[in-house]
């Protein structure tokens, strides 16, 4: 019997619809091969341009419609010229991971075979480790209140709760068990923060001690986010799933994106626990825009986390086979090329976009 799922899709802001564009195609390619699932795709406004045209940078209706989707698709969003009278950026991925309450920003960092990462020294195919990312508070829980005082003095508060620790620390070990049985990672959590000078870090690495106690079978290690950052370019074959507040979060990603080889190959994913964002790493990109080279990478391979999240929670086993199908699919254009100019080829989105679609059938025949 097939199971249809309603996805939501956020095309977004400069370069998000054309990478949002050839991800669907892929699913949409990949649904018709297998008969246990198909797609209703929703197209739904929101982002910089929305905002510009209408007052609304996410609208209810389009809240509503991400509210009642089995899962959500969102493409970059935001333009740095238009903003919000306060001078913040319109950022709409930021008010549904607080709407939807999806706490843990799951930002996976692999070199794949075949891609030039900067880091020469370690061996990149050992490169396999997650950085969980609290969402929903942390620095960020301070987002549009912050104050300053007579042009003199500027606060944001930071915010961490221990329901929402407690059930981010519980997926980290899950994650780090489900990485252990499928021979992805060795089975460990560390904690990343600054306890040794904040007491809200010291308060988030007590319940990572807590919760761990819960998961015997798993190791739990806590470090610093300086010696983090340090450790992720000198020898980042020793992390498995890394916990960390928002902003630290924010931070790692992108260096996590900049070991990988690039923006353009990141992909990441918001998840509650009863809703779930699947989004590139990337912002919109306005510098390319329009310009027809956006690499679509990072957005298709979010939608592989998508039919990942989608199979094990609805216990769909072939959408797990059609993202390993992505994931090779992926990493055999990597290796043959064409690359687009972001990774030093000259190819556009559509040459990359057509070469995934090929390379998906052809991982197939072999499947
Ligand atoms: P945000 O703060 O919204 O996440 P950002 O300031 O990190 O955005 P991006 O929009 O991600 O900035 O762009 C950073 C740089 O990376 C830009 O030069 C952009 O052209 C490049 N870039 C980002 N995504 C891609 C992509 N998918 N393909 C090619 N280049 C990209």
């Given amino acids: 019997m097939t199971k249809k799922f309603n996805i939501a899709v956020f095309k977004g802001d400069g370069i998000g619809p054309e990478v949002m564009a050839p991800t669907v195609a892929v699913l949409q390619a990949l649904s018709e091969r297998f008969s246990e699932f198909s797609f209703d795709f929703h197209a739904v406004e929101a982002g910089a341009g929305h905002y510009a045209k209408t007052g609304k940078s996410l609208p209810s209706e389009s809240l509503q419609v991400a509210r ?14 238009i903003r919000y009278p306060d001078g913040t950026e319109i950022a709409p991925q930021i008010e549904l991971r607080m709407e939807l309450d999806l706490y843990a920003g799951v930002r996976p960092v692999t070199v794949i075979p075949g891609q030039d990462s900067p880091l020469k020294s370690a061996d ?56 252990k049985a499928a021979g992805t990672g060795v089975g460990k959590v560390t904690c990343v ?39 992720m370019v000198q020898k980042p074959h020793v992390f498995d799933v890394m916990v960390t507040e928002n902003m630290f979060g924010d931070i790692l990603s992108d260096l ?12 990441s994913a918001d998840i509650g626990d009863k809703h779930a964002v699947f989004q590139p790493c990337h912002g ?9 080279f956006a690499n679509p990478i990072a957005m298709i391979l979010s939608a592989a986390m998508m039919l990942d999240w989608l199979g094990y929670e609805r216990d769909v086993p072939s959408m797990i086979t059609a993202a390993d199908i992505i994931r090779s699919a992926v990493a055999s254009v990597i290796a043959d090329g064409p690359k687009t100019r972001d990774l030093g080829g ?16 052809a991982v197939r025949e072999t499947a």
């Fill in 256 to 267: 996590g994106a900049g070991i990988m080889g690039g923006l353009g190959l990141a992909p």
């Fill in 284 to 292: 919109s990109a306005p510098d390319i825009a329009g310009k027809g």
């Fill in 346 to 361: 000259t190819a556009t989105t559509g040459d990359i976009s057509a070469a995934i679609l090929a390379a998906c059938e």
């Fill in 68 to 81: 009642t989707a089995d899962a959500i698709l969102l493409s970059a969003m935001g333009l740095p010229e």
């Fill in 193 to 231: 923060d600054k306890a040794n000078v904040f007491k809200a870090f010291a308060f988030f690495r007590k319940i990572s001690e807590e919760v761990g106690r819960n998961y015997p079978d798993i190791e739990l290690d806590a470090a610093y986010v300086d010696a983090t950052a340090l450790w």
């Fill in 124 to 179: 990149l195919s050992k490169i396999d480790f997650v950085i969980v990312r609290e969402s929903t508070e942390g620095l960020f829980a301070s987002h549009g209140k912050g104050e300053v005082e007579n042009d003199e003095t500027a606060r944001e508060t930071m915010v961490i709760t221990r329901t929402v620790s407690q059930k981010l620390f519980d997926f980290s070990f899950r994650l780090a068990r489900q990485r």
